[in-house]
């Protein structure tokens, strides 16, 4: 069987677009809780900056719209994963100040990978993940 080499066209994910119903409010609430920098904003939408990675783009939507469910057996799946050294401290930041939290898991069973979900504003589900800095096979 002949290989053919396939030229890469696209090279990073520049932007992720999340559905919200109030861009003050959901800018506010990334902006404390994880550390996002605003780089701007006009009445219906905003961009919000990690370094490093993509932006996170704010749009907002009517109600009929949120929040964005995605499901699986039954349960709500992420919608977005962000990453954390320390995911105790984040968790416990976030559940004292009364967001909406569920229990620490392992990630697929494996101990050292743990994760939360918490609840934006929106009622869109985020991933908190304390995926390894160290390179990994499939990170």
């Known amino acids: 069987m002949e290989q053919t080499e396939v030229k890469q066209l696209v090279h990073a994910i520049v932007q992720v677009r999340v559905p919200v119903r109030d861009i003050d409010e959901s800018v506010a609430w990334y902006e404390k809780h994880f550390g ?6 006009i009445e219906d939408e905003s961009d919000l900056k990690l370094e490093p990675g993509a ?3 704010l749009k907002r939507v009517g109600p009929q719209q949120l ?3 995605i499901e699986s057996q039954g349960k709500p799946y992420a919608m977005l ?3 954390t050294s ?3 401290e984040c968790h416990r930041k976030l559940a004292e100040v009364g967001e909406t939290v569920t ?3 392992n990630t697929w069973g494996i101990d050292r990978l743990l994760e939360f979900d918490v609840i934006d504003p929106s009622g869109n589900v985020i ?5 390894p800095d160290l ?5």
């Open 36 to 41: 996002f920098v605003h780089a701007w904003k």
């Open 55 to 57: 932006f996170l783009f």
């Open 67 to 69: 929040p964005l469910r």
């Open 81 to 83: 994963c962000l990453k």
């Open 86 to 88: 320390n995911i105790t």
């Open 103 to 105: 229990e620490i898991t």
């Open 127 to 131: 991933n908190v993940a304390n995926y």
């Open 135 to 139: 390179p990994m096979e499939g990170f």
